[in-house]
């Protein structure tokens, strides 16, 4: 299995990217074939280079896509087929970036999996995914750069208003600031912000806090061996009121106790790793 991750360099882009990501499983590779991928606020664009069938199945539904095609945002776990070997490139957009470039209304998107046309997504006449293949993808960063490039133009075609302005301000704000404390600190009232922060994102605020701190759990617990785990401890160091509270919390978002979890360790970054920024 080869992985890495990485920041665009271009601002126009940094502003609605937060990362570049490449995974590859190999035939040779026994990991697990059907890991969950976790409750996220955002959305990615999966490039491949193969005919495969992409299975995600959420809810008892699964759906089914073949070769490029967008994840998008999802309050409960996918679980998906990886049991055959495969190449895949991810763009991982900031929450709220597809109110940009695709979506009137946001919400009718969630919890989806669709497939795009790379030619009709993007601007860029010179790009394929085929060329993008055929380099060596070790290569991170003559990836990186091919991305940055092809996106500083597709990006130029999108849309900007007075609500996506807005929840361009406050999501940073969310990993430090009470969310009743986001309006005063943006001379907006509360209704405002909320209103704004739904018509872009799909989501609540509350909602999007929940799922940035449950990245920030698991992130943790991935470090941690099962037998050394306080859920106690755990539970309080993320805000938790209690341990049930955490354990309700666990079972709604990803299906499992935290102890079942900690027996499975069965989502992405338990079977992948961390990804982390080279």
């Not at 509360?190 to 999007?208: A, D, L, N, P, Y």
């Not at 941690?224 to 978002?253: C, E, M």
């Amino acid at each position: 299995m080869q992985s890495w991750k990485l920041l665009p360099q271009i601002a126009s882009v940094a502003k609605y990217v937060e990362c570049y990501w490449f995974l590859e499983k190999e035939p040779h590779d026994q990991s697990h074939s059907f890991p969950k991928l976790n409750p996220d606020p955002s959305c990615h664009l999966i490039l491949t280079n193969d005919n495969q069938l992409y299975h995600y199945t959420h809810e008892g539904r699964t759906q089914v896509v073949d070769r490029h095609h967008l994840i998008f945002p999802h309050l409960k776990t996918f679980t998906m087929d990886h049991s055959a070997p495969f190449k895949i490139i991810g763009i991982k957009f900031k929450t709220g970036a597809p109110y940009s470039f695709k979506l009137a209304d946001p919400a009718k998107y969630l919890d989806k999996v669709e497939p795009v046309e790379i030619s009709q997504l993007f601007t860029s006449a010179s790009f394929n995914t085929e060329q993008l293949f055929s380099i060596d993808l070790g290569q991170k960063e003559t990836v990186s750069s091919i991305l940055d490039e092809v996106l500083s133009a597709w990006i130029l075609t999108w849309r900007e208003d007075k609500h996506s302005e807005l929840v361009g301000q406050i999501v940073p704000l969310l990993s430090h600031t009470a969310i009743a404390k986001i309006g005063g600190k943006l001379h907006r009232s509360q209704r405002t912000i909320e209103r704004s922060f739904m018509k872009v994102t799909g989501f609540s605020m509350k909602q999007v806090h929940s799922m940035n701190r449950l990245e920030e759990l698991l992130n943790y617990l991935y470090k941690v061996d099962a037998t050394d785990i306080n859920w106690a401890d755990v539970a309080n160091k993320y805000g938790f009121s209690d341990q049930p509270h955490l354990i309700r919390h666990l079972k709604n978002s990803i299906g499992n106790t935290p102890a079942l979890y900690a027996k499975r360790r069965d989502l992405t970054i338990d079977i992948y790793g961390n990804f982390a920024i080279n």
